[in-house]
């Protein structure tokens, strides 16, 4: 389950694409029975798509669904923050500038920022959102030249303690992509032509 959520969340797989339990098996050195286990458990992350019939897919990253998925982020951190306080005082170590590392990044100072609610569900639904945003927060390097000013402003604003302040720069974090979202569809669907 792991490798193959890894897998996926890499980005390394066609959005859209056929998954064989078989071929994964071979790729996992395991056997198949595990493999399907995986993907129906994959299925209710709706990480991976199972169509009566077609087997296992990935799902397709369309504008609609990626903007309503942003959105939901956005709603579940403002949620979560009104239920809290003050943000959590401990936050995630800062990573490198690379996509891939402000992605696993961003996703772990959104699950610290949801954490701070104490609410298990908000918890539980922005790690789900989080994995759901992987392969799109990858490609946002792309479209964005700021990421790491952006992100660090989170961070500061988190460490400040300022709830209403952090409130306005998670608002404006999630508006931009949503505003973005058409060049982030194509700029996914770009990377995996080749």
């Keep these: 389950y792991a490798a193959l959520k890894e897998q996926i969340l890499s980005g390394t797989m066609r959005p859209g694409g056929k998954l064989d339990p078989a071929r994964l098996a071979l790729d996992l050195m395991s056997s198949v029975t595990p493999v399907r286990d995986a993907l129906h458990r994959l299925v209710g992350e709706r990480l991976v798509e199972s169509h009566s019939g077609g087997g296992f897919h990935l ?58 609610s104490r609410n298990g569900e908000l918890l539980s639904a922005i790690e789900g959102t989080n994995d759901r945003l992987q392969l799109a927060r990858r490609v946002e390097l792309r479209i964005f030249d700021d990421l790491r000013a952006e992100l660090d402003d989170v961070r500061d604003t988190t460490a400040a303690g300022d709830i209403t302040g952090l409130r306005k720069v998670l608002a404006g974090y999630h508006r931009r992509r949503r505003r973005a979202t058409a060049m982030i569809v194509r700029s996914i669907y770009r990377d995996n032509e080749s």
Excluded: C, K
Aim: charged content about 20%.
């Design 59 to 116: 799902p397709h990253v369309t504008e609609p669904n990626l903007e309503d998925l942003y959105g939901w982020s956005g709603e579940i951190l403002a949620l979560a923050l009104r239920r809290n306080d003050r943000p959590p005082t401990t936050l995630p170590d800062r990573l490198a500038d690379d996509g891939l590392a402000i992605a696993y990044e961003t996703a772990a100072l959104f699950a610290s920022l949801a954490s701070g």
